[in-house]
Structure formats: structure tokens, C-alpha cells
């Protein structure tokens, strides 16, 4: 950034999902067409762009302190600019203006390709906002910019048309719509010949990809992006379980470098918290996709996601879920405490009626349980050599390198001549409920 004035330089800050975190990759190749110049930190930047999830409330409590800092440095700096994008602005709209003094201005998940217009409007003068959802938007023709060589995100289906009774999602993503096949095709063919050695294909219900031009599913897509990328690890979040369909558990098995490993958000282990969710599904029909995925991919790992809550919740129903994931056995999960959303279904029509302890207390439960079936799956590979994607040193030490199996777990292990962008077998030697240690060794025995 030599010789770049400041007021024509940016620092993006990301928070929520995956597809946040690619869309910030867009929305930087966005401002660099412009001639702006991405800063090394925030301090050194003339434009701040917060990227925001709305999912939970303390995803926004985090975003509210940034916020109050960036109004701080705005009394120090005159001309510095403050946008908002993301599903906060796309959910609280024009409040967040009279909210958070810091703002100049606001784009959704649909307006990216509006924020440098919005920058040059707002040093003109004014406060603005660009919130319009565009179900036809799906940034063909930008290519993101990414932070590493190794790991690439491709968004391929944008939006919900999924109404979870508790989910903000389908306000600020809004329709399903899904990236043209070709377009798709020939992102994954540069992102090879560039040498990515991942490719993670990103939707809300990724599952639910349909390319209109071909009628090609998901498990289309699937199969032909692992085969125009053989050496890549392919990867795919999230899926819905009740759009999980045997020709994509097939689709897995049959391509050895689609990686084994399914994410597949339950929220409850009780049919009846289920109901009232509007998952669309019960978990007898769960645990019949987790068979059918078990006895046509039986290394598969699992991982879920779960609320722990949500209104109505009786001590049976949380039970239930600890239950579920007993019999399951996920071998990892994002656990949430409910957290009511206003707007959404639920925060509408259910009372909010589990004490905030009681929720905390269930999450801690289910927390501990998990722990400690993730800590007995990893141990059971002690002894075992896997195939470890490196990705980056340690956070510990630079001696150390961090990476991960197929499955997803997370391995660190001795460095000695490896790199990140390595691929490598690991003989593992340690465990703990959220890692795995090593050495490296020369070739599968
Ligand atoms: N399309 C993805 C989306 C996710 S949001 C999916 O269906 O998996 C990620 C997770 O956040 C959800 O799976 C759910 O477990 C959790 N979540 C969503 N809304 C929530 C709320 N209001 N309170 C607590 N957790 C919530
Ligand atoms: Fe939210 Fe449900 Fe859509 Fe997932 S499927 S984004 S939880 S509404
Ligand atoms: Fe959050 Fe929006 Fe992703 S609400 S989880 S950033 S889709």
C-alpha cells in the first residue's frame, strides 16, 4: 500500500459464517476495481467495513463495540468512513443509523456490488443506505480476492426459502437462488490453476443448489467439481437434512477426493421442539438419513449444529437431545443457547419462556457431553495415521504446524521440512476433545 492515501484504502472486519467470510473476499475485489487499496490493519485505513451476522444476539453485541470504538477514532479523524454490510443493517435497516452515530453507510448481503458508490456519495455528504434484496444477485463475474493459497470458499446458492421459527437467516439473505453451473465450473478451474489444494462450496442449503440452464442438482455439481479438481479436497456446507438425498450420500462415496464429512444441523433431539422449530422433518427421519449416510459412507465423520432453549422446552425434550447426541456420536457440533430474534416466527407467535439460567444450564450439559464424546472418538485415533491437509503454523509456535484430516478434525504437529499447503500422513500420538498432535511420517504403512 505504499504511496496509497489513506482515504482511498479499506480494512474489512468479518464476523459470522463461512459465506461472510467469502462474501468479504468479493466485497474487497469490489473496492480494488476501483482503485481502492486493502490496508494491512485497521488503523491504517481512511474506510472501515464491518461485515456483519445477525444471527444471535451476541453476534450483534460484538459488532455494537466495535462500533462505540469506531465512533472514538472518528472524533480523532476526520474523513474517516464507517460502513455496516451484512445481515445486521440488512435486519435492523435504517435504525441502526440513529443506533450507532458511527455509521455512514449500510449494504445487505445483495448491494455489495453498491459500496463504492456508497464511499464516494457519502464523502459528497450524508448518511446512506442501500438494503434492497435482489433475488437474482449472486456476484457472477467477481472473483473473490482470498487470504491464503491453500483453502478457497465458492459460494455457489445464496438466500433461505426455509422458515425456521427461530432463524434470521431467510430476512437477511432472502431467496434461494444458486450460481449458474458454468459460472461455478470455471471458477474451480482457476482456483486449480492457482494450486488451492480445498475447495469449500458454500450455501445456506447448499443442497439445495439447482442450476437452471442444465436442471443439474447439487450431487451434479458435486460430482463434477471433485472430478475438474481431482487433487483438491472438496468440501460443501451446509446441507439441510431433509434435502440430504441418497444420489449425494452416493455422490460422496464414489469420489475418493470428496472429503467424508457431513454437517447436518439438527437443533433438537425432540420431534416434538422440531414441530415447533419448522425444521420440516422429525428425528426418526434424522436418524434414518444418519443410517443411510452410515451404511454407504461408514468412515463418514458427523457434525452438527444445536439449540439449546428454544421456547417451549421442557426437561424431557432437552433429554432428548442429549440422547441424540449419545446415539449418534457426532464427532464435533456448534451449540447455541436460544436466543430470541424479533421479527421471526417464533419471536412472534412462542413465548420465550425457559429462564435464561435454564438455558445456560442445558447448553453447559450439552457442552460437557459432547466434549466429552469428541475427546473418546479422538483418542480411538491415537495410534492411527491420517492424511492432514497443512494449513498454517500453529498457534503456539512456528516449530508447529496446524491442519486437518478429511474428516475436518484438527490436527498440530512437528513442522520439520513441511509447508502449509502440504499434504501429508501424520502418525497421531495425542488427543484432546478438540485436537489432535503428531509426527509426521513418511507414507502410509
Ligand atoms: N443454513 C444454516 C444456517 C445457519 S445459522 C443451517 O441451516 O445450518 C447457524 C446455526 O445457528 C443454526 O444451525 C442454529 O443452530 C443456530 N441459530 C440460528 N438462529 C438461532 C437463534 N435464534 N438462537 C440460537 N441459535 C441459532
Ligand atoms: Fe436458518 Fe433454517 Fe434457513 Fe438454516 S435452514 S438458514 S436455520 S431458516
Ligand atoms: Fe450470520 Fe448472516 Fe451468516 S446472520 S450466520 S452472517 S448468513
Redesign the pocket.
Known amino acids: 500500500m505504499m504511496g496509497a492515501e489513506k482515504g482511498s484504502t479499506f480494512f474489512i472486519h468479518t ?6 467470510q467469502a462474501d468479504s473476499g468479493i466485497i474487497t475485489a469490489l473496492f480494488q476495481a476501483e482503485g481502492y487499496v486493502q490496508a494491512e490493519k485497521e488503523l491504517d485505513a481512511g474506510i472501515v467495513l464491518l ?5 444471535r444476539e451476541n ?1 450483534v453485541d460484538r459488532v455494537e463495540h466495535f462500533l462505540q470504538r469506531l465512533q472514538g477514532r472518528k472524533k480523532r479523524e476526520k474523513g474517516l468512513i464507517v460502513g455496516v454490510a ?3 443493517p ?2 435492523k435497516r435504517e435504525e441502526m443509523f440513529s443506533l450507532y452515530p458511527a455509521i455512514d453507510f449500510l449494504a445487505g ?1 445483495d448491494t455489495y456490488r453498491t459500496i463504492p458508490l456508497l464511499v464516494e456519495q457519502v464523502r459528497r455528504g450524508g448518511k446512506l443506505a442501500s438494503l434492497e434484496l435482489n433475488s437474482k444477485e449472486t456476484y457472477e463475474g467477481v472473483e473473490p480476492v482470498r487470504d491464503g493459497v491453500t483453502s478457497a470458499f465458492v459460494p455457489v446458492m445464496r438466500g ?1 426459502n426455509n422458515r425456521c421459527a427461530y432463524c ?2 431467510p430476512f ?2 432472502g431467496r434461494e437462488r444458486s450460481q449458474p453451473f458454468s459460472s461455478v465450473m470455471l471458477e474451480v478451474q482457476k482456483l486449480v490453476a492457482s494450486g488451492y489444494r480445498e475447495i469449500t462450496l458454500l450455501g ?1 442449503n447448499v443442497n439445495s443448489y439447482w442450476d437452471v440452464e442444465h436442471g443439474y442438482d447439487f450431487s451434479a455439481l458435486l460430482d463434477a467439481v471433485s472430478r475438474e479438481a481431482p487433487k483438491a479436497r472438496i468440501r460443501f456446507t451446509t446441507s439441510h437434512p431433509k434435502d440430504i438425498s441418497e444420489s449425494l450420500v452416493r455422490a460422496i462415496a464414489s469420489r475418493p477426493n470428496i472429503c467424508n464429512a457431513l454437517h447436518l444441523p439438527v437443533q433438537s433431539g425432540s420431534s416434538r421442539m422440531l414441530g415447533r422449530m419448522h425444521r420440516g422433518h422429525t428425528i426418526e427421519e434424522y436418524m434414518e438419513k444418519i443410517a443411510l449416510i452410515r451404511s454407504i459412507i461408514p468412515d463418514v465423520t458427523l457434525s452438527t449444529d444445536i439449540i439449546a432453549g428454544f421456547c417451549g422446552e421442557q426437561e424431557e425434550d432437552h433429554q432428548a437431545s442429549l440422547a441424540l447426541l449419545s446415539n449418534v456420536r457426532f464427532d464435533s457440533a456448534y451449540m447455541f443457547f436460544y436466543s430470541t430474534r424479533p421479527g421471526t416466527l417464533a419471536a412472534e407467535t412462542l413465548e420465550d419462556d425457559v429462564p435464561e439460567a435454564v438455558k445456560k444450564r442445558r447448553l453447559q450439559e450439552i457442552i460437557d457431553l459432547q466434549n466429552q464424546i469428541s475427546s473418546s472418538l479422538f483418542h480411538e485415533a491415537i495410534g492411527t495415521v491420517v492424511e492432514v491437509l497443512a494449513e498454517s503454523e500453529s498457534r503456539r509456535s512456528t516449530e508447529r504446524l496446524m491442519g486437518r484430516t478429511a474428516g475436518n478434525r484438527t490436527v498440530v504437529f512437528d513442522r520439520e521440512h513441511h509447508q502449509p499447503g502440504d499434504l501429508l500422513h501424520v502418525r497421531i500420538t495425542g488427543a484432546t476433545s478438540a485436537t489432535l498432535t503428531g509426527q509426521s511420517v513418511p507414507q502410509v504403512p
Do not use: D, E, K, S
Open positions: 464476523f459470522g459464517c463461512q459465506m461472510n461485515n456483519t451476522c445477525a444471527v453476534a451484512g445481515c445486521i440488512q435486519y448481503p433461505c434470521v437467516v437477511t439473505r445456506q
